[in-house]
């Protein structure tokens, strides 16, 4: 029972380098998000996509682009990171409407 | 501006004492939900309610939508209940606060 599943779990960066953070869902649900969470601060919604082949911005969605590859994965790519970017990353799914969220575990990002 | 506020910031409790974290949200909601958090960063979901008052095991979510304000009770503390404790609500997007992080001290 995998649930939402992220990759990878730790990783640090130098400024400037690019990469993907990986998520994929094995329950079916319609929906996905990216999240990022940093002290004292609420989780910040930076791309979410409503259903398969739709992505829209979120609160925080500078510096980051998603690909909605298929109904199972969302990705959350860097194209340049920065230092502002260090931050813990959470994928989410749901089957959609007013239903609750299932998270993955998390990515720990460091950027240098 | 914060949609969603929640409080204490930060609680430490004896074991077996009985907990409230409260959450205020200012916008309008379809569902309230209460998520935990534990050290190691997973969060999961504990409760969803549009309405009234769930129960499961030693926790208690309630909520009054005319005062947009909801609680979550842990009766009967446990050190394994320490976690940050996130109320979260489904406005025309998910609105987080930012956590009360409890420690339930043996």
């Known amino acids: 029972n995998a649930g939402v599943t992220q990759t990878p779990k730790f990783q640090v960066l130098k400024t400037g380098q690019s990469m993907t953070l990986q998520c994929a869902q094995d329950?079916?649900?319609?929906?996905m998000y990216w999240y990022r969470q940093d002290p004292g601060m609420g989780l910040r919604l930076i791309y979410y996509s409503a259903s398969e082949g739709t992505t829209d911005k979120g609160e925080v969605p500078n510096g980051y682009n998603v690909s909605r590859l298929n109904k199972r994965e969302f990705s959350l790519r860097l194209e340049s990171a920065a230092p502002s970017q260090t931050s813990v990353y959470f994928c989410a799914s749901k089957v959609g409407g007013g239903q609750p969220q299932h998270f993955g575990d998390g990515t720990r990002l460091s950027i240098l | 501006k914060n949609e969603v506020e929640q409080s204490p910031q930060n609680l430490t409790a004896q074991e077996g004492e009985f907990i409230t974290i409260n959450c205020s949200y200012s916008v309008g909601i379809s569902a309230l939900h209460w998520l935990q958090q534990h050290p190691g960063g997973g969060i999961v979901s504990l409760f969803m309610l549009s309405s009234g008052k769930k129960k499961h095991g030693r926790l208690i979510a309630t909520i009054n939508i005319q005062e947009k304000h909801s609680s979550l009770h842990i009766t009967a503390s446990h050190p394994r209940d320490s976690a940050v404790y996130i109320c979260?609500?489904?406005?025309?997007?998910?609105?987080f606060g930012t956590g009360t992080s409890l420690t339930v001290i043996p």
């Open positions: 329950m079916n649900h319609n929906s």
């Open positions: 979260a609500v489904n406005g025309n997007q998910f609105y």
